[in-house]
């Protein structure tokens, strides 16, 4: 199971809005509802920010926000913060019945 | 409080083994599986797999097949990643996590770094 494919890096400013794209194939992000995005600093855990495409864990700011369109998921963060600059992986259900991960995309926060 | 707590970071030689522990604490294990996650120095996190926690069946991602071992402890809320035949290419930080349904990887262990050298 090849990783989905992600940006390697985004950059936003403070206060502006900024897209992580996830692309799979009809295998795996287009054919399921879990999808799940993760945010990582380094020398910590992982986070879970988004599960099920869209959905937040209770905790999780409501600047985040998960969509999904055909075989690509996307991450949406608005309002730029600074704690939000980390590693953001996307992860998607796969017809094989494993998950698997994007390559991460390093976020950084101007 | 929901937590996983992972053993410490463990330095072997090429070909020895090593065993990670994940303690579960603030839920049972039984009630939600648990997944391992690899993370290399300086690369993403990879998708080693998940065990059961009810029946202790395991299914490993297809890099992950032969030397890798999930397995659960016979009287503790307790999961364990075995990795036999040590690599210097397995050097990387090992993550255990509760998957609350498919996918949904809503608790992480702190992670444990092994490191393969000689």
């Known amino acids: 199971q090849s990783a989905l494919t992600q940006p390697a890096s985004v950059s936003g400013s403070l206060g502006q809005s900024i897209t992580i794209s996830c692309t799979g194939t009809?295998?795996?992000?287009?054919?399921?509802?879990?999808i799940s995005w993760y945010q990582h600093h380094p020398g910590k855990a992982p986070r879970l920010m988004i599960y099920e495409v869209s959905d937040r864990p209770s905790g999780v700011s409501d600047r985040f926000s998960g969509s999904k369109s055909g075989n690509t998921a996307s991450l949406t963060i608005s309002g730029l913060q600074a704690e939000d600059e980390a590693d953001y992986y996307c992860?998607?259900?796969?017809?094989?019945?494993?998950?698997?991960f994007g390559g991460g995309t390093k976020l950084t926060v101007l | 409080q929901v937590q996983l707590v992972q053993s410490g970071s463990e330095l072997k030689k090429p070909g020895a083994s090593v065993r990670v522990s994940c303690e579960a604490s603030?839920?049972?294990?039984?009630?939600?599986?648990i997944n391992w996650v690899r993370q290399v120095p300086g690369q993403g996190l990879e998708w080693m797999g998940w065990i059961d926690t009810n029946t202790g069946t395991p299914t490993y991602a297809r890099d992950f097949t032969g030397r890798f071992v999930f397995s659960l402890g016979t009287s503790v809320n307790t999961a364990y990643l075995q990795i036999n035949s040590l690599k210097v290419d397995d050097t990387a930080v090992y993550y255990c996590a509760r998957d609350l349904a498919i996918g949904r990887l809503d608790t992480w262990g702190q992670g444990t770094l092994v490191t393969v050298s000689s």
């Open positions: 009809s295998s795996d992000v287009g054919s399921y509802k879990y």
């Open positions: 603030g839920y049972t294990l039984s009630r939600h599986s």
């Open positions: 992860n998607s259900f796969t017809s094989s019945g494993t998950l698997v």
